[in-house]
């Protein structure tokens, strides 16, 4: 079938469920070796600043994937490039898991975060199959499955690296990453490209343009990626935080730290609503000042768990508050060329996070924990003073879908 034609989803459609479920396994990958990086530190005989470099080179390659992969969204039938980049992550997965060393550790995490876009195809597809006034709900809705898979990566990640060790994180995600390609291109629907004659190369170079034409896309770009460079501070240093004394924790119990994420997947669906309401713009603001007021509380008491969890809850819930937002305020600004906007918009929220997983270990080794919690809520600062200058938004007609 046509799905651009006999298809509208709203937040209840099954598919949109099953589309929030592969975002989360998919882009779990870049996830499963945050909990770990103390451990991989030391099996792989590397220093602290090295493991952190991990999650920039998977996040690098995330960022390489969605500037050469997702804009073949509006190029080509999403039902077959989405299950071809599960396996792409299925064979990147396997490499890590027989990787003999740091170096082919490092490749094979690259890989795994480019094939990891299959995720930034669901979403925009998701926002082009939905009905107008439900878009920012379906996006809520598959972005609270995204969110949900990465806080279940990390915590599945330090259970079973504790059972099995850490190569049995990685070999397992690739038997289900298998399982999800077949499953994906049995169900999803056919979309017919919105790139119209186009080609490749000039696809590429139609996402600057967007960059140069579209002001609202770029004031966006700022908020995501000072949020997700943050973030990750946050995520890359505290396993260096738990794991010696006094919290002395386990991976299995370092890795459940991430279910306390939770409020961002129910940050997500709020936000969701409150787009759909006209209410984004201060909604932003109010998600930020959450996660700034998160990573004081943080630094100011490293060694009181109580402030440590109601940290994690507040940031998690700021940051992924902003970034449905932004992804729902995008998404209006050309429905044609959804999935360039998504390679725009995420290729730069990406090197924000990658940005600031580089940035995460010299602060952590030069000024420790307090340190790196100083230099994430600075980036919320950023970002809230170029909120203070954003334009109002000029309203936009929903064109054909």
Do not use: K
Request: with cysteine.
């Amino acid at each position: 079938m046509n799905a651009s034609e006999s298809t509208e989803l709203t937040p209840s459609t099954p598919l949109v469920w099953l589309m929030a479920l592969a975002c989360g396994l998919s882009v779990g990958g870049l996830y499963y070796a945050q909990p770990l990086l103390d451990l991989l530190s030391r099996t792989l005989g590397v220093s602290s600043t090295a493991a952190a470099s991990i999650v920039t080179v998977t996040q690098l390659g995330y960022a390489a994937g969605l500037v050469l992969l997702v804009p073949l969204g509006d190029f080509f039938n999403r039902r077959r490039l989405v299950p071809l980049l599960c396996l792409g992550s299925t064979l990147s997965l396997a490499a890590a898991a027989f990787a003999p060393g740091f170096g082919g550790f490092i490749l094979a995490s690259f890989l795994i975060g480019v094939t990891a876009t299959a995720a930034q195809i669901l979403v925009p597809m998701a926002a082009h199959l939905a009905a107008p006034n439900a878009r920012g709900a379906v996006v809520g809705r598959v972005m609270s499955g995204l969110l949900i898979g990465i806080l279940l990566a990390r915590a599945f990640s330090g259970l079973i690296a504790d059972i099995a060790g850490w190569r049995a994180v990685f070999g397992s995600a690739a038997i289900v990453m298998l399982g999800q390609a077949a499953l994906l291109h049995r169900v999803l629907p056919d979309t017919a490209s919105t790139a119209g004659a186009l080609r490749y190369g000039q696809v590429l170079r139609s996402v600057g343009a967007l960059l140069v034409e579209e002001p609202q896309l770029r004031q966006r770009i700022v908020y995501g990626s000072l949020g997700f460079a943050a973030f990750t501070i946050m995520w890359t240093t505290l396993p260096f935080l738990l794991a010696p004394a006094p919290y002395a924790y386990s991976e299995t119990a370092i890795g459940l730290f991430s279910l306390l994420g939770a409020a961002g997947a129910l940050g997500a669906s709020l936000a969701g609503n409150l787009h759909d309401r006209g209410h984004g713009r201060i909604g932003t603001a109010g998600f930020m000042l959450v996660a700034l007021t998160s990573f004081a509380l943080m630094g100011v008491l490293p060694h009181q768990l109580t402030a440590i969890v109601i940290g994690i809850l507040l940031m998690d819930l700021g940051v992924q508050g902003v970034q449905i937002l932004n992804q729902s305020t995008i998404y209006t600004l050309r429905p044609e060329a959804r999935s360039r906007i998504t390679t725009a918009y995420m290729g730069c929220f990406f090197l924000g996070g990658a940005a600031g997983s580089l940035i995460a270990g010299v602060a952590f080794e030069m000024a420790g924990w307090r340190g790196t919690m100083a230099v994430a809520g600075l980036l919320e600062v950023l970002a809230l003073v170029a909120w203070c200058f954003e334009p109002r938004p000029v309203a936009v007609q929903d064109s054909a879908r």
